[in-house]
């Protein structure tokens, strides 16, 4: 069994490894011969730990881990309105006993008060995070570091979270999730054909990649459907913070664009913008298997796997992956697509 050896990064524990690898047995009973054979399970990061949960509290323990090491006292980071990344810093920062600020842009074109006031945007608040709303065009990170500076000149030890917790430190989270995937699916006496999620910032496929290539393991055994940056980039940016991740730890294997399997048809019109399928999938995971998606990461993705599936991508009986990375406090951001 390949291991990965990332125990000299300083990591602060936020959640309870390894999280559960579950079937989706109701979603199989209901959709029938339509899955062509090919058993779809579920890794549950959407349930544990702190926040409400999520993909970002894996990058969040090796970021606040770096930043206490650093002697930090605050942190700020950047997302949209509805970030869950920004919503989990807010949670992990209270419990690390660090001040927190977000600078939050208004990407998304929505001025209603679901999008701006409920779902992330209030649990900020709850958490006691400090928020600075900018429009939507503003250079968010531009703006947290002139912040930075400010603070710090008040004497404060500030420590500066990219989008998404995606750096190489923040991409070691994920890179530790595969080898505790390969663990677990010998333990289950699985062979994943794939492991498949929802990319925005790009860090968990990238950090996937970074794992899985540092274990000597094809990196195309991860997959991504881009939601966020169109194909292209989305690639561009997972192959970059693959290989500087994979630098941080220290392995001598670099992975070339070839190597990262991504799919950018299935964000639709645009970021955080509801499409049909992500509305398919949402609504068949919940009423068949009571597992909630997220309307602007999970959603899009599972609705990708699911037309995959659907068109035969994966032979018979073979077995797939799918990361639940959270994102449910979105879901009270779009009630107007989800009701009924
Ligand atoms: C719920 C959810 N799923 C998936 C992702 C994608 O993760 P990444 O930004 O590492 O690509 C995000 C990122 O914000 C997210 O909030």
Redesign the pocket.
């Known amino acids: 069994m390949p291991t990965l050896d990332l125990a000299r990064f300083p990591r602060l524990p936020l959640l309870a490894l390894p999280t559960p690898i579950e079937p989706l047995d109701g979603l199989a009973a209901h959709l029938g011969d339509t899955l062509n054979g090919v058993r779809i399970f579920v890794k549950r990061d959407d349930v544990a730990g702190i926040g409400l949960g999520?993909?970002?509290l894996r990058k969040l323990e090796y970021l606040l881990g770096a930043a206490k090491a650093a002697g930090a006292d605050t942190a700020i980071t950047v997302g949209a309105i509805q970030s869950?990344?920004a919503r989990l810093t807010a949670a992990a920062t209270a419990r690390a006993g660090l001040a927190c600020e977000l600078f939050l842009t208004r990407s998304v074109p929505r001025q209603d008060l679901d999008y701006t006031g409920n779902g992330n945007r209030l649990l900020d608040d709850v958490f006691g995070a400090t928020v600075h709303e900018l429009p939507g065009e503003a250079d968010s990170l531009a703006a947290a570091e002139a912040r930075a500076t400010e603070l710090r000149a008040e004497g404060r030890a500030v420590y500066t979270f990219p989008s998404?917790g995606?750096s190489p430190t923040g991409c070691l989270g994920y890179a530790n999730c595969a080898a505790e995937i390969l663990a677990q699916a010998e333990d289950l006496g699985l062979s994943f054909a794939q492991i498949v999620t929802?990319?925005?910032?790009?860090?968990?496929?990238a950090g996937l990649v970074s794992g899985l290539a540092a274990m000597d393991i094809d990196p195309r055994l991860a997959k991504s459907y881009a939601v966020l940056a169109e194909e292209g980039r989305a690639r561009a940016e997972v192959l970059e913070k693959a290989n500087a991740t994979l630098a941080l730890i220290g392995a001598a294997r670099r992975v070339t664009a070839q190597e990262i399997d991504l799919d950018g048809r299935h964000r639709g019109p645009g970021y955080g913008i509801p499409t049909a399928g992500m509305l398919e999938a949402v609504r068949l995971l919940a009423r068949t298997e009571g597992k909630l998606l997220?309307p602007v990461?999970?959603g899009k993705a599972f609705a990708g796997l699911l037309h995959d599936v659907r068109g035969g991508l994966y032979p018979a009986g073979s077995a797939v992956l799918f990361l639940m990375?959270?994102?449910t406090p979105g879901i009270f951001a779009y009630k107007d697509a989800l009701a009924g």
């Open positions: 999520g993909n970002k869950n990344h998404g995606s929802a990319n925005g910032s790009a860090g968990t496929h997220d990461y999970s990375t959270g994102g």
